[in-house]
């Protein structure tokens, strides 16, 4: 048991490294509330361009749903980070990181809500039209609100999943939870930063979960 | 005096189907004017596209003297607003309250002060004999009181003339009565409606005319006496005899 405490609750290195890590958790947790914001806004307009229906907006679309669904984040951010700057261009880590998980987390959000918005029955779009309300006005009043209410729970699943991915950023220098804790893990020689990294991630998701399940039962509704 | 709708030569293809075949049809002001016919005879057609929510494929159709079919779709917007449209499965907006379904059109469309719009929206909800429940989520409301809010949330828009596509088909026998009556007494203050229905009682008692419909063209039409005492054409006769017999 003593054992144990030394190796991964060492008081002294705990001391030493809890300011880098309490900093990380910074950056982990404002690049993770950007993307969301980004990727679940974009995610929508992207499937409200899709309602459009002409094929030189939705092609496009889907071509880019897919792609980011179907690459491990890991690739493109290796690509962005290590292949772009051979064409002239250099992103800094925290950018590339933003980019990537955005993009990734836009395809999943316009998946979830374009699913919702097909799922509303004809009859909700004709009765906005009926009453003289505007294509742009149906979708906004009447059939995003419902797109998205059922989209909440899977939404929140992906966001969170996102989030957790800012870990990636620790393979190009971006000095999130991991990043820092894994440098101060080589530094010391302990295991005792990594429980910290732990801890940390804890501190973030776990009322991050509760949150989700708030808002789950929050907007699920009887049909 | 020019009548409140004046449906004149349309017609409408899916495709290569013809589901309307040159439909001419005027409906005066306060008129209620019952359509019947078999499935798929074009009764759900004709009626939408006199709001155009169906694009015909040639004709006009004139509301209050304004044909509706040199409108730009800006302009359609607003015409809409003419026509109230009652659907046989409400569509009401579940993720508002009764109150914000029947007051969503009027500040959208119509641009109405909300206040003024909920003033309106009451007024409608107490005419439905719904007052009470305007606080109420669409899917806590049995479906007669669901298509009476959808009647207010039309009637709400001040429309000329209302139409009705089959607004008691989906509802439990017990739960008709209701609907029938606001419709009744609608008529009875004056507006113009168009009714698609198999309430063949409800003819007899409130539509001025019956219009029957067979594969896309009007087959005859006169008073409910008339159509349903003795009518003129065979079709008719066996439509008749098939509705009444299977009752
Ligand atoms: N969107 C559509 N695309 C193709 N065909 C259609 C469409 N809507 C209707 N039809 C066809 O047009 C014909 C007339 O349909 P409509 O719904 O107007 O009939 P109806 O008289 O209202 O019948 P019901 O009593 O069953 O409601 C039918 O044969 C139907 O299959
Ligand atoms: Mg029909």
Redesign the interface.
């Known amino acids: 048991m003593e054992r144990f405490l030394e190796v991964f609750f060492a008081p002294q290195v705990f001391a030493r490294y809890a300011p880098d890590v309490l900093y990380a958790m910074m950056t982990t947790l404002w690049l993770g509330l950007v993307i969301i914001l980004a990727g679940i806004g974009l995610g929508l307009v992207l499937a409200c361009l899709r309602t459009a229906q002409c094929w030189w907006l939705t092609l496009p679309i889907v071509i880019f749903a897919d792609v980011m669904r179907a690459l491990p984040p890991l690739v493109l951010i290796l690509i962005f980070y290590f292949g772009l700057p051979g064409l002239g261009l250099t992103l800094s880590g925290p950018l590339v990181l933003f980019i990537v998980l955005t993009a990734v987390l836009a395809a999943f959000a316009e998946e979830i809500f374009w699913a919702g918005l097909t799922a509303l029955?004809r009859?909700?779009w004709?009765?906005?039209?009926?009453?003289?309300?505007?294509f742009f006005?149906t979708l906004i009043?009447?059939a995003l609100?419902?797109a998205v209410?059922m989209g909440i729970p899977s939404l929140v699943n992906r966001a969170l999943a996102i989030t957790k991915m800012t870990a990636l950023g620790s393979v190009i220098g971006v000095k999130e939870i991991l990043a820092v804790s894994s440098s101060a893990q080589a530094m010391s020689g302990s295991a005792t930063p990594l429980t910290m990294a732990a801890l940390a991630y804890l501190a973030i998701f776990l009322p991050a979960v509760v949150l989700a399940r708030w808002l789950e039962r929050r907007f699920s509704?009887?049909? | 005096m020019t009548p409140m709708l004046e449906i004149a030569g349309l017609e409408k293809n899916f495709g290569d189907v013809q589901v309307l075949r040159s439909i001419d049809l005027k409906v005066a002001r306060g008129e209620l004017v019952f359509v019947i016919g078999p499935s798929g005879s074009g009764k759900s057609t004709m009626l939408r596209c006199c709001n155009r929510l169906e694009e015909p494929t040639s004709g006009s159709i004139f509301i209050d003297g304004r044909n509706i079919m040199n409108a730009l779709s800006a302009d359609l917007n607003r015409l809409r607003l003419q026509t109230g449209m009652v659907f046989q499965g409400f569509h009401l907006y579940p993720h508002m309250t009764v109150l914000k379904n029947v007051m969503l059109a009027q500040t959208k469309a119509l641009k109405r002060p909300k206040a003024e719009a909920e003033t309106r929206a009451m007024d409608m909800l107490g005419r439905v004999g719904l007052a009470h429940k305007a606080k109420a989520m669409p899917t806590e409301l049995s479906g007669g009181q669901q298509q009476r809010v959808a009647i207010a949330r039309a009637l709400a828009l001040d429309p000329k003339v209302m139409l009705f596509d089959e607004p008691t088909s989906a509802l439990d026998p017990e739960l008709v009565g209701s609907v029938l009556k606001v419709m009744k007494d609608l008529n009875a203050e004056g507006m113009t409606m168009v009714v698609v229905s198999h309430e063949m009682g409800f003819a007899r008692e409130a539509a001025d005319r019956v219009v029957f419909m067979d594969g896309g063209v009007v087959v005859e039409q006169g008073t409910p006496d008339q159509v349903f005492g003795n009518p003129q054409q065979d079709r008719t006769r066996a439509f008749l005899s098939r509705v009444t017999g299977a009752e």
Do not use: I
């Open positions: 029955t009859g909700q004709e009765a906005g039209r009926a009453t003289g309300l505007s006005q009043h009447v609100p419902q209410r509704w009887r049909v």
